[in-house]
């Protein structure tokens, strides 16, 4: 049987336009630390030496699972934590981010080691040292689908914290996780889905962020 995210993971990833509480659970992901500007070489290269890890891990998977109930999966979306170093403006030079491949639970971190070891003996690249497995868990956070350009997200934002306030919720940190759902390289901008949440958490009554 193959497992499929579409269809296993209804629950993380069935955002829709309108806003949405959604309480996340500890996920495992391999992930790479990153700076600065998303449309320059850098950030290219770094997605690439990530799915590199996340197709060898699904390779080294299936190899080994013959006996398993799962013998198979589907690769994750992308995802990409993001904060800004400084300034209130967007300037994207000043933007730090972690991009990551969730994994499925019965992906182990032996099994990513050696097929992180495999990819690196095959197509040497600096950036798989800079890859690592571990667990992230944000908790209750406030969703939205957002559809269209990634430079249009700020009104979904703006959605999302009208919808806080309403339930009177705030933002626990300055950044927030995107969730690639549609391929930047196939799909026009106007079409792309990308699932934003924010972290959020109780405040009392009268104490409530403007």
């Known amino acids: 049987m193959k497992y499929e995210w579409r269809k296993q993971g209804k629950a993380l990833y069935g955002a829709r336009t ?10 495992n992901y391999i992930k790479i630390d990153g700076r600065g500007d998303p449309n320059g070489a850098d950030f290219s290269n770094r997605v690439g030496a990530l799915y590199a890890l996340a197709y060898a891990v699904k ?3 299936k190899a080994a ?5 799962i013998d ?6 992308l995802e990409g934590v ?10 994207k030079d000043k933007l730090e981010y972690t991009l990551m491949i969730r994994q499925p639970d019965f992906i182990s971190g032996e099994l990513v080691r050696q097929a992180q070891k495999q990819v690196q003996r095959k197509k040497p690249n600096p950036l798989l040292g800079e890859i690592t497995f571990g667990a992230m868990q944000d908790g209750l956070c406030v ?14 934002f703006a959605k999302m914290a ?3 306030a309403a339930h009177g919720l705030r933002r626990t940190g300055d950044y927030h996780r ?13 079409r792309r889905k990308t699932i934003l949440r924010c972290p959020v958490e109780p405040v009392s009554p009268g104490s409530m962020e403007k």
């Open 59 to 61: 390779a080294a998977y």
């Open 143 to 156: 969703e939205i689908l957002h559809i269209g350009s990634y430079d249009d997200e700020p009104a979904s």
């Open 65 to 69: 699972s013959l006996q398993q109930e």
């Open 178 to 190: 995107e969730i690639y759902l549609s391929d930047a390289n196939r799909v026009e901008p106007c």
């Open 18 to 27: 309108a806003p949405a509480l959604i309480t996340v659970p500890a996920q």
């Open 82 to 91: 993001w904060a800004q170093i400084s300034g209130d403006d967007l300037e």
């Open 72 to 77: 198979d999966f589907a690769v994750c979306p």
């Open 162 to 164: 009208q919808f806080a």
